[in-house]
């Protein structure tokens, strides 16, 4: 065990759904200061996306397999940081001067500190430096309002960055109101160079005594938590330096579901499709889910194989309302699977609705459901849903 002067600092990147978290980090892994650092990146869903477009120089992304909405992952991220001392001590990997942990837009950041702070096999080996979160402009306010997670996540950082404000009118309101919930962190746009900077990382140790009284009752509250909450995972697994699993499987969950961390209208579920997929089906496919659904869409995050360009996927970000603009990547991050892969996750938006207007946009038949001419002409009409 090292001497607690030597502990690898931590710092938690997190913000809500869409926020730009993967957008900065990769702009930070880009600074030289970052060679040495790990990352670990709690994704949702069933399908991992996000480890294919973080772009890291070395083997140094470890996913957390499991972002499934009901659950903190504690446990698995205590796991993973004590299984990478391990490797790093028996000289399995290279050392480590820091580590990233980029959590899920809906997370509840007070677990996620207290799993560093609040476990002594951790906590003498790594020091929780700092939490940066990053907040959309756009839909920032109304997430503000809507989700308690988003609002927790502004209160316990150090760092605000500011994002998407070029897409964004006027950002006082927005400003105003993180200062009511942090008034101490530093807030900077998302642009600047200081928020691209290995340095925005560090702080020095996390002082809970910075923020408003919440954050105190927050990691206190969380440190008798863990007792209750019981988690029973068939595929509970964690990889790491890029040997990432393959996550198509049922995913069997079994575990008491804690209804106060999350709001169970909230869920995640992904769509697979084999073959190359024609633009304009995909097209008029995002474009009704976003007209007719988008306050019900969270987050959608998609890798597309398309018939035009088969061999340079499409991706895809969705956040509520908002598509950024598609981006063609120039190959296949993983050659050997090529096919499309969006993962989803919806506010009271069925899973079985969207699957079926896929299909019927793919124009795969089926006679109880209305074809892709309907739909475009009558978007909220599907037999058998009611929304
Ligand atoms: N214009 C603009 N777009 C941005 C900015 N930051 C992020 N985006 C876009 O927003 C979309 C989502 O960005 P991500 O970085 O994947 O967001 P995230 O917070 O990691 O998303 P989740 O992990 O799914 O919660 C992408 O299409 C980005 O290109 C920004 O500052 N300006």
Redesign the pocket.
């Known amino acids: 065990m090292s001497a607690l002067n030597d502990r690898i600092p931590v710092t938690i990147l997190t913000?809500?759904?869409?926020?730009?978290?993967?957008?900065?980090l990769n702009r930070i892994l880009k600074d030289p200061e970052m060679k040495d650092a790990a990352v670990i990146i709690n994704?949702?869903g069933d399908v991992g996306i996000?480890h294919l477009?973080v772009e890291s120089s070395g083997d140094s992304i470890i996913e957390l397999s499991d972002g499934c909405l009901c659950c903190t992952v504690r446990g698995e991220l205590v796991d993973t940081l004590a299984n990478l001392m391990d490797a790093v001590q028996t000289g399995r990997v290279k050392p480590v001067k820091r580590v990233v942990i980029?959590t899920?837009?809906l997370a509840d950041p007070a677990p996620v500190m207290q799993a560093i702070m609040g476990n002594p096999v951790i906590a003498a080996n790594f020091e929780l430096d700092g939490v940066v979160t990053?907040v959309d402009a756009v839909n920032g306010l109304q997430t503000l309002d809507n989700h308690e997670e988003a609002r927790k996540q502004a209160a316990v950082a150090d760092r605000l960055i500011v994002?998407?404000?070029?897409?964004a009118g006027a950002t006082a309101g927005l400003e105003q109101r993180l200062r009511a919930l942090n008034p101490r962190a530093a807030m900077m746009d998302?642009?600047s160079t200081d928020a691209s900077s290995a340095a925005v990382l560090v702080n020095g140790l996390y002082d809970p005594a910075t923020k408003i009284a919440d954050v105190g009752r927050w990691l206190r509250d969380e440190d008798g938590h863990e007792a209750h909450h019981h988690h029973d995972h068939a595929g509970g697994h964690h990889s790491y330096l890029h040997d990432h699993h393959d996550h198509d499987g049922a995913h069997a969950h079994q575990h008491a579901h804690d209804v106060n961390r999350h709001d169970a209208s909230i869920r995640s579920f992904s769509i697979i499709e084999g073959k190359p997929i024609d633009p304009m089906a995909l097209e008029m496919f995002i474009d009704l889910l976003r007209s007719a659904h988008g306050e019900n869409l969270l987050?959608m995050?998609a890798i597309v194989s398309v018939s035009d360009r088969p061999e340079r996927p499409l991706v895809l970000?969705g956040?509520q309302s908002i598509f950024?603009p598609p981006v063609r990547l120039a190959a296949w991050p993983d050659p050997s699977d090529r096919r499309t892969r969006m993962v989803l996750i919806t506010k009271g938006l069925p899973e079985a609705f969207v699957k079926e207007l896929f299909d019927a946009f793919l124009g795969k038949p089926r006679i109880d459901r209305p074809d892709r001419a309907a739909l475009s002409d009558n978007p909220l009409a599907i037999p058998g849903m009611r929304m």
């Open positions: 913000g809500f759904l869409g926020a730009g978290k993967s957008t900065l994704e949702f996000d477009l980029e899920t837009g990053v994002s998407k404000t070029s897409l998302a642009d987050r995050k970000h956040v950024h």
